[in-house]
């Protein structure tokens, strides 16, 4: 017989818990680890590239509820990195949040999946991170993420920042009033056209797994009870060509005048800095939103466009496809439209304007 304090016995693990099993197993986890994560609430802020696999991760590795924000539709060129979806969402034009929020539905049925199909901005992201632990960033622009690192700062909610362009990509984690935060690093965000984007340089996928792995792996530690593990560093990988790279930013913090930690100015979560209009990386489009949320009748709107062109709709959004010029425009009930076909925000204004209203 097997003495119950030798190696080779295996503890017993709850029936809720047997899918966890070979996580619960690793030591940093354990039934305390995995009990803890099951009762906590993430907040997802963008289901892309780096979300999907994100939101994957989290989901499998039993998170209590994961919250996903995503303003986007599925795409055909989405498929290529962004791993929730298949071709069957892009024929059926379904935001990029209610696909996902399907898929994970079905891999794991005992986390709460909440999906949002909004835009992140400061109107919304103080109700957007209520009863959060922790915030993860799989956005596509700096805007967004100046605007997660002012409400962490202002709430105490810790969170982890990510991009990926090309073969690299780099992650840090904030603990805010703790660590350096964002604006420590990076005091604005960079200038349009100073930087590679996914449009000029592309992306691979292995780049976009490389980073959210170490995402992944900082959020297991926070969500676990861990929080002292994770390292102070900035980590920047390049897949293609084999480099790992880690600054240290543990005194950055005291050495800065960082406007946000240290002056504990809020621009984006004050709404003094941002943007209503911005370029999607990729796309060749441009999204408007209008200055106040709306409640919008698509039923309505579909029919005012049928003499204009080709019209579908949806029960989350409406479309109408344009041959002459080639535009595709999508509305969302809130008045949010994404404008395929131009890359210009004046045309995409002037189009928005004609065809949804000022």
């Known amino acids: 017989m097997t003495d119950e304090h030798s190696p080779t016995s295996t503890p017993s693990i709850a029936p809720e818990l047997e899918r966890y099993s070979r996580q619960m197993r690793f ?45 986007d539709f599925v795409d055909l060129s989405n498929l290529q990195r962004q791993v929730l979806f298949d071709e069957d969402d892009v024929h059926q034009q379904l935001p990029k949040a209610i696909a996902a929020a399907r898929r994970l539905s079905r891999i794991n049925s005992h986390v709460t999946i909440e999906p949002h199909v909004v835009d992140i901005d400061s109107r919304n992201v103080r109700e957007l991170t209520t009863d959060i632990d922790l915030i993860l960033d799989g956005t596509d622009n700096f805007e967004v993420r100046f605007l997660i690192n002012d409400v962490s700062l202002e709430t105490g909610i810790p969170w ?29 965000p960079p200038d349009p056209g100073s930087m590679e984007t996914c449009d000029s340089a592309g992306v691979l996928a292995p780049a976009i797994h490389m980073i959210t792995s170490l995402q992944a792996t900082a ?11 994770v390292e102070q560093h900035l980590t920047i990988v390049d897949v293609w060509d084999g480099t790992f790279r880690q600054m240290n930013l543990k005194d950055l913090r005291q050495k800065s005048n960082c406007p946000a930690c240290v002056q504990h100015r809020r621009d984006w979560l004050h709404g003094r800095e941002g943007v209503q209009s911005v370029v999607l990386c990729g796309r060749n489009s441009v999204q408007i939103s209008p200055s106040a949320p709306a ?47 131009t890359d210009s925000i004046s045309v995409a204004r002037g189009i928005y304007a004609r065809y949804v209203g000022t």
């Open 27 to 71: 030591a940093g986890i354990g039934t305390v680890g995995q009990t803890q994560l099951g009762a906590a609430r993430v907040l997802l802020c963008g289901c892309g590239a780096l979300g999907t696999v994100l939101a994957d991760t989290l989901t499998r590795a039993g998170v209590g509820t994961l919250r996903i924000v995503d303003r």
């Open 160 to 188: 982890v920042y990510a991009g990926c362009v090309g073969s690299h990509g780099q992650t840090m984690t904030i603990f805010p009033n703790e660590t350096a935060c964002l604006r420590c690093v990076i005091e604005a």
């Open 219 to 229: 959020a297991l530690k926070i969500l676990t009870g861990h929080r002292d593990q």
């Open 295 to 341: 409640q919008l009748s698509l039923d309505d709107l579909a029919r005012k466009w049928e003499p204009s062109g080709t019209v579908t709709r949806n029960p989350f959004l409406a479309r109408l496809t344009l041959t002459d010029p080639d535009y595709e425009i999508t509305v969302f009930r809130d008045g949010r439209a994404i404008i395929q076909g």
